[in-house]
């Protein structure tokens, strides 16, 4: 895989700025295409212009039990169900061969929106409970793909969450297309090793499974190992990165310079520690003063660690408090 080629994220055509809603408008997302338009390259996707419905057209809704809704024409009620069915299975295939990263929805859709869609019953009253008819699709067929929806990316913490996973992925790719060799082995334990902290600061527990599942790979087996790694790498990585334990992992860090750090170097760091905890500066403030200590005091291992620089520092996702 070629490691300077733009990540390849999926996303609702009209997020983009293409005019393929009902309407005949679009949805532009700014954030998206001038801010993560410069690291991603978009695939993207309109199910009910792909499946041949036109723009302008009649707006769909999901209708009856929330687990398997039916897709109807708001004011004909016309059911479109399976013919949205038939092209969403067809389109995820062909997706399959896009090496996508990712996937960015649009929130509400009928057939794009990722949770809480609204579906009506028999009386006509709506319940937030629905997957559009796309989307449940394209989750089921990639289950490991982080997939988000528009609007919550305007959400800090899952902005940097859904992100964090897109390129934790796209590394887990490069890693194991040179996983192919007699040094299989090797790649995977220095992917487990740069990743040991960015796994820790989401779940110990899924940081424990993965340091066995490294440490028993001869005993399963290349191709096994490695697809059972992939899972539990990004199960762990879904998880949320709580402040409790990012304190956790900063001061684990704090570790490696018990012998290096001064009193008052020292002092200073726990005090930014607190305050992180405390919530009044960003995680960004204690981890620049750990990496310029571990440059400072050519701590190899830590320089190499992922959960130090996870993502471009120009996108600002730990600045927030």
């Known amino acids: 895989m070629d490691e300077e080629r733009p990540i390849r994220i999926g996303v609702s055509a009209c997020l983009l700025g293409e005019r393929v809603r009902w309407d005949g408008n679009h949805r532009l997302d700014p954030y998206l295409v001038e801010t993560l338009g410069r690291y991603f390259e978009y695939v993207p996707v ?3 212009v792909e499946a041949g419905f036109g723009t302008p057209r009649e707006p ?8 398997a809704p039916t897709l109807v024409t708001v004011k004909g009620g016309v059911d479109q169900t399976e013919r949205m069915l038939t092209w969403a299975r067809s389109r995820v295939e062909a997706l399959a061969d896009d090496d996508l990263c990712g996937f ?12 809480r869609v609204k579906v009506y019953d028999r009386s006509g009253m709506p319940r937030k409970a629905g997957v559009g008819l796309f989307a449940r699709t394209l989750m089921e067929r990639f289950p490991l793909l982080p997939v988000e929806e528009s609007g919550r990316l305007h959400d800090p913490g899952l902005r940097e969450n859904f992100i964090e996973r897109v390129f934790a992925l796209r590394r887990w790719r490069n890693a194991r297309g040179r996983a192919s ?5 090797a790649t995977l334990i220095d992917f487990h090793t740069r990743h040991k902290l960015l796994l820790m600061s989401h779940s110990t527990e899924l940081y424990r499974a993965t340091g066995r599942l490294v440490a028993d790979a001869k005993t399963i087996g290349r191709d096994r190992v490695l697809d059972q790694y992939e899972s539990a790498l990004m199960e762990a990585l879904r998880l949320k990165a709580t402040k409790a334990k990012h304190v956790n992992v900063v001061q684990h860090v704090l570790g490696y310079f018990k012998n290096d750090l001064s009193a008052d170097e020292k002092q200073e760091l726990l005090s930014l520690i607190e305050s992180y ?9 204690p981890l620049t003063l ?8 050519e701590q190899t291992y830590l320089l190499e660690q992922v959960y130090l620089h996870p993502h471009p520092v120009e996108l600002g996702l730990r600045n927030h408090a």
């Open 46 to 48: 309109c199910p009910e």
């Open 290 to 297: 750990l990496n310029h200590y571990a440059r400072k005091y």
């Open 104 to 115: 960015i929805l649009m929130k509400a859709s009928p057939s794009s929106g990722m949770e």
């Open 60 to 67: 769909f809704r999901l209708i009856g039990d929330p687990r």
């Open 181 to 185: 060799g007699p040094r299989w082995l």
């Open 277 to 285: 905890r405390a919530g009044a500066v960003p995680l960004i403030v």
